[in-house]
């Protein structure tokens, strides 16, 4: 058996020493990237995150909705609509990472299946902010990583409004319109790259990107809990959009993949367990690998960024450093 790169399946899922659970290993990035192409792999990536209920199409739609039906008109920047928005936010991050956090942590819907470390997060540990993990994410995420969304968000709302975006409408370029979604994940893979290889930094690290790593297990949580510094440059990729042609729902679905799906991603939970079915891809065992190793796996699996910089963890070794990271 192979993953969708091509590499000779060496672990199929289940658990081992390192892992209560983890996906087929090695991990495959997106085959888009690989060299010859090869048509199924591909069409199957597209397949699982595009044509399926995923936390991608759930992004899409909540972007449509929001751009339809809970955004106010922005050419001035009144306080009724400020509120509106900055409400809007605080009610998805409680919705998604509440709800996640609800269903895999606090009631344990499905125990312990598919939960990729088999630890508790922290109680009574002074590494965190009010020495327990969860209120530590819930505080840096609702005092400063909720604002700085939607201070991004207001400012490409007003900057739409008064006409110095450039737009990018369904009915005039429908292809380009659909593309435009994926474009924005491998901008956001670039982006992200980057940002998060500068956050590493040694002087940058300590004070910065730390508040992030204090979780080495993850939960809904954890996956905006950044210092202000850190989430200033993160959103900063939204920018973007002042730049290239897009349009609101292109913006609003950016922000969430940035905003809300880290929720999924640093679920700790390979996926929602319903009525035994595994119902719903959640966690990314990809920078699962980042919160206990540290030194890899900086981007994400939709560009191999990690592969090109040999920074890549592929969950059985490290490529591109002769040792072997340690465990944490
Ligand atoms: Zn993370
Ligand atoms: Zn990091």
Known sequence: ??????????????????????????????????????????????????????????????????????????????????????????????????????????????????????????????RFTLANQ????????????????????????????????????????????????????LWKGLHFYWVHRFLHHPAIYKTVHSVHHRNIITGPWSGISMHPLELLPYFSGLLIHLVIPSHPVHFLFHAYALALNPAFSHSGFDALFIKNKRSLKTGEFFHQLHHRYFNCNYGTPEMPWDKWFKTYHDGIRHKGKPKKAKLN
């Open 134 to 185: 969860v209120y530590d994410n819930m505080f840096w995420t609702l005092v400063w990583g909720v604002p700085i969304w939607t201070f991004y968000e207001i400012v490409y709302f007003h900057a739409f409004a008064i006409g110095m975006t450039p737009v990018l409408t369904f009915r005039e370029h429908p292809f380009l319109f659909i593309a435009m979604f994926w474009v924005i994940l």
């Open 1 to 126: 058996m192979h993953n969708l790169e091509g590499d000779k399946i060496e672990k199929s899922e289940g658990s081992d020493k390192n892992w209560h659970f983890h996906p087929n290993l090695p991990l495959s990035n997106s085959p888009v990237f690989h060299f010859p192409p090869r048509m199924g792999p591909v069409l199957n990536w597209f397949r699982n995150a595009w044509l399926n209920l995923s936390g991608t199409t759930i992004l899409v739609i909540l972007a449509v909705f929001s751009a339809s039906w809970l955004q106010p008109e922005l050419d001035k920047i009144s306080l009724e609509a400020v509120s509106i928005m900055t409400i809007r936010n605080f009610t998805l991050i409680f919705v998604i990472a509440g709800s996640l956090h609800l269903w895999f942590w606090k009631i344990q819907v499905q125990g312990e299946k598919f939960k990729y470390d088999a630890r508790s997060m922290a109680t009574n540990n002074k």
